[in-house]
């Protein structure tokens, strides 16, 4: 069965600190990966999407890595703050379902002030 | 620019009656379109998808259906609700932003039946 795992569920941290948030993948064989961003009670934003055929991928102070032989996704955020407060989500475009994405249950992220 | 819409954005219904969300996209054509949806504490659950005017796939057998009558129109239908239809409905499309096949979302529906 193939499945997206995040860890942790959970994440506080102060502002300024950089953090790493990861998603994990349980087949290599995937088109991409995309991460999104979700406001409480609000629709999903697309953040980065990385192809099959790409290592990384940036905008502003995110940074997406994907390491499809490891089954692994992170996403780096420089510089953190209270804005970025949110649930982040990672979804897999896997190769044999194509028209289809499984998404992760997200990591909830507080950055205090 | 593509613009995804969704209504009504809230929506309280008692058990039993029957349920209509619709979702329309605008600056594309013939877009692949999603229903999700998320309870709380959980993740995004896949409901249905379609790939083209009156084409529905359905990924969990349940209390709903969908239905796509024109190519930027998804609809998803209930008869008769059930307590667990409860939760935020999503709507999503298929398209082109940095590179292909991006998905991008609705605003939702919270819909809480009584």
């Known amino acids: 069965k193939q499945e997206v795992t995040q860890i942790p569920a959970a994440l506080s941290v102060p502002e300024g600190e950089n953090l790493v948030l990861n998603c994990s993948f349980t087949?290599?064989?995937?088109?991409?990966l995309q991460w999104f961003r979700q406001d409480p009670g609000k629709g999903l934003t697309s953040l980065l999407l990385i192809q099959s055929s790409q290592r990384e991928q940036t905008s502003g102070r995110l940074n997406a890595s994907l390491d499809k032989s490891s089954g692994r996704s992170t996403l780096y955020i420089a510089a953190s703050q209270p804005g970025d407060s949110a649930t982040y989500l990672c979804?897999?475009?896997?190769?044999?379902?194509?028209?289809?994405?499984?998404f992760g249950t997200g990591t909830k992220l507080q950055v205090i002030p | 620019s593509q613009t995804i819409h969704q209504w009504p954005a809230t929506l309280v219904q008692p058990v039993g009656s029957p349920l209509s969300l619709e979702c329309t996209v605008e600056g594309t054509s013939n877009p692949n379109l999603y229903w999700y949806r998320q309870a709380a504490g959980r993740g995004l659950q896949l409901l249905f998808y379609?790939?083209?005017?009156?084409?529905i796939s359905s990924e969990v057998p349940q209390n709903l259906s969908a239905s796509r009558p024109q190519d930027r129109q998804f609809i998803l239908s209930s008869k008769k609700l059930l307590l667990s239809d409860s939760g935020f409905y999503l709507c999503?499309?298929?398209?082109?932003?940095?590179?292909?096949?991006?998905?991008?979302f609705g605003p939702g529906t919270r819909l809480t039946v009584l």
């Open positions: 087949d290599s064989a995937i088109y991409n």
């Open positions: 999503a499309w298929w398209g082109w932003r940095e590179g292909p096949d991006e998905q991008f």
């Open positions: 379609s790939v083209g005017i009156g084409q």
């Open positions: 979804a897999v475009r896997f190769s044999g379902g194509y028209q289809k994405v499984t």
